[in-house]
């Protein structure tokens, strides 16, 4: 039995001005956070980012969030 994400989802991607879904996904791994960018459903078979220290997860996500606020305050059009 794998490991639970806390987050997996599938995106559009962009590669050399294409399209190339990809699976995303973050998890616990034994205590260790990763981040896994793959082919659809299988995020597994790509890049992973395991992280160095706690430190360096946290600034990784505090960079997310003031991407997340940045990105907040431009108006969206429906």
Excluded: Y
Excluded at 23 to 42: F, K, M, N, Y
Excluded at 48 to 72: C, G, I, K, M, Y
């Amino acid at each position: 039995m794998g490991t639970q994400p806390f987050f997996e989802a599938d995106v559009p991607g962009r590669l050399n001005d294409k399209s190339t879904p990809c699976t995303i996904e973050v998890l616990d791994q034994h205590s260790i956070p990763e981040v896994r960018i793959g082919p659809p459903g299988a995020p597994h078979n790509g890049w992973t980012a395991s992280f160095e220290d706690w430190a360096q997860f946290e600034e990784f996500v505090d960079s997310v969030n003031l991407l997340h606020e940045r990105l907040a305050s431009i108006p969206r059009s429906k």
